[in-house]
């Protein structure tokens, strides 16, 4: 049987890519893909993040832990809690991992609500001045660009300091 869907994809930056499956959940289990990022439930994510090691970037940006968040909002996920990108995970109080998951579903729905337009963004959020020495939206200090997980990442070495 040939089912024509009719359907586009445009993808500027070209990273997109388009898949052929019988359904989502097939999908996610052939990839192993963790659930996804609105899906899951607080003790979820708790748990996750504990069995977890390595940068809390890193650890957002796995989809094989959990799906849907890209590079750019795990940025913005994690300049919204002020925690620095190369967090170690274990190092993170519970607090701190609370306020990353209320921020991962602020982020992602307004992410959603706008279409992913980056210009629709509240003037708060970092993503619409993801640039080095950019200013940051929350303070006089400069958006620095540094690689984290391989990753070009952005933050604002004033608002999320790094533990050491
Ligand atoms: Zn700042």
Do not use: W
């Amino acid at each position: 049987m040939i089912i024509i869907i009719s359907s586009r994809l445009t993808c500027r930056r070209k990273l997109g890519k388009i898949y052929l499956t019988t359904g989502v959940d097939v999908f996610a289990k052939e990839h192993s893909l963790g659930k996804d990022a609105l899906e899951l439930r607080k003790e979820e994510f708790d748990n996750l993040l504990e069995e977890k090691r390595g940068s809390i970037k890193g650890a957002l940006t796995d989809q094989h832990l959990i799906s849907g968040i890209g590079n750019v909002y795990a940025d913005e996920i994690l300049f919204q809690c002020e925690i620095h990108p190369k967090s170690k995970t274990e190092k993170l109080a519970k607090k701190e991992n609370s306020g990353i998951y209320s921020k991962m579903r602020t982020v992602l729905k307004t992410a959603i609500k706008n279409e992913g337009q980056r210009s629709q963004l509240p003037n708060t959020y970092l993503t619409p001045q993801r640039k080095e020495g950019a200013q940051c939206p929350k303070c006089s200090g400069k958006v620095e660009k540094i690689k984290v997980s391989g990753r070009s990442t952005y933050f604002c070495p004033k608002c999320q300091e790094e533990l050491l």
